[in-house]
């Protein structure tokens, strides 16, 4: 028994082995792996000497465009071929098919520039500047066109939720703007980004959560903004961040629907039959009156509804001429008024007592200091204020 074990398990170990040569084939350690002077997720620019003999094949993309984008396109259109004739890009305006295409020619060298090229039109066609849109040629930049038209069905919750997305003032589209490091623009039924392919990442998610009604955007750039202050400390860096992340649970709160219609007692009897015309016209007499008086009754209620009519108007119209009501200023007679009064003539006259001793002492200062200088004074003036006096 034990042979046989041991035979199997020689076999099962074999064949493990084999296993385990066929799956690391190729997964060969290279030199360049641990090279520290290597940056594995840096973008080389590209250099024409590597494809000197150019492009096999013709490549051509083209997009339509609306047509309230027709006049701005033929206006930005010149810098835009410039800008493509440097990578040997050739473009073209089609206005009659409201169409722009792009083609590879025999100076094309780097063969990505035509998918880059598409990416300029496909921008341009959603209402980016052109300016904007042509930062989508450097190898950094990339570009994400999200279309958000078939994630809501109702109209009036669509624009609500893409409002919930621009914010206002576009204070929520800056912020995203700003942590994501991605422009962003949201025009019709699409959303158009360019940025990192990490924060075209984080775009995406945003926004479907914000249309499908799943998160709100503001809870998202809460979320954004405490990662950006976890960065920063190198000490979390191999740690599982979703302890110090905020949760957001959804609440629907139901509200009461009041039913205004009060529930009639039930009875097993049908409701009493309405009377016709004719058992009105018959009540009243009506009936059996001849067609000139019925006619001549109308017009007597005619005449009086008109007359109703008229007095009213004339009343509203006549208001605008009725003077208002002046303000009566009642006298108050009682004590309590006369004993007011009689205290601020109390307070009145020792005001203007205090103002008379304070006027005489004034003078008096005045006059003494005037008999001071004439002492100090020459004797010819003396002798003057002397006969004067």
Request: proline share 5%; charged share 35%; aromatic share 6%.
């Amino acid at each position: 028994m034990r042979n046989l074990e041991e035979d199997e398990n020689g076999v099962d170990e074999e064949e493990f082995q084999k296993k385990e040569k066929r799956k690391g084939k190729h997964d060969k350690p290279k030199p360049w792996d641990d090279d520290p002077n290597i940056d594995h997720w840096k973008v080389e620019k590209f250099d024409p000497s590597w494809n000197e003999g150019g492009m096999l094949e013709v490549s051509s993309f083209s997009t339509l465009f609306p047509q309230y984008r027709e006049k701005y396109l033929q206006e930005a259109w010149p810098t835009v071929k410039s800008a493509l004739k440097q990578y040997g890009i050739a473009c073209e305006l089609n206005l009659v098919e409201g169409s722009m295409t792009v083609s590879t020619t025999r100076k094309t060298r780097d063969p990505y520039i035509i998918i880059k090229a598409r990416d300029l039109i496909r921008l341009l066609s959603r209402s980016v500047s052109a300016p904007q849109a042509i930062k989508i040629l450097d190898d950094e930049m990339q570009c994400d066109i999200i279309k958000i038209s078939g994630l809501v069905r109702n109209k009036e919750r669509f624009v609500k939720r893409r409002q919930h997305l621009v914010g206002p003032n576009s204070a929520t589209l800056k912020a995203l703007e700003i942590l994501t490091g991605c422009y962003i623009l949201v025009q019709g039924n699409t959303v158009a980004a360019m940025g990192s392919f990490k924060g075209l990442k984080q775009i995406r998610r945003i926004v479907e959560e914000c249309m499908l009604n799943k998160m709100h955007p503001v809870y998202n750039i809460k979320v954004l903004m405490m990662k950006k202050e976890l960065e920063k400390n190198p000490e979390l860096a191999q740690e599982n961040w979703d302890r110090f992340l905020p949760k957001f649970k959804k609440k629907n709160v139901k509200q009461k629907k009041f039913n205004s219609k009060e529930k009639k007692e039930y009875t097993p009897f049908p409701p009493p039959q309405q009377p016709s015309k004719i058992d009105i016209q018959l009540e009243t007499g009506e009936y059996f009156l001849s067609n000139k008086r019925k006619s001549a009754k109308i017009w007597q209620e005619k005449r009086e509804k008109q007359a109703e009519k008229t007095a009213e108007n004339k009343r509203k119209r006549e208001e605008a001429f009725i003077p208002p009501k002046e303000p009566v200023n009642l006298v108050d007679k009682s004590e309590d008024a006369n004993n007011n009064v009689a205290d601020i003539t109390k307070s009145l006259k020792k005001k203007t007592e205090k103002l008379g001793k304070r006027k005489s002492e004034e003078n008096l200062n005045a006059e003494t200091y005037i008999m001071g200088s004439s002492e100090h004074a020459s004797g010819k003036k003396s002798k003057k204020q002397r006969s004067s006096a």
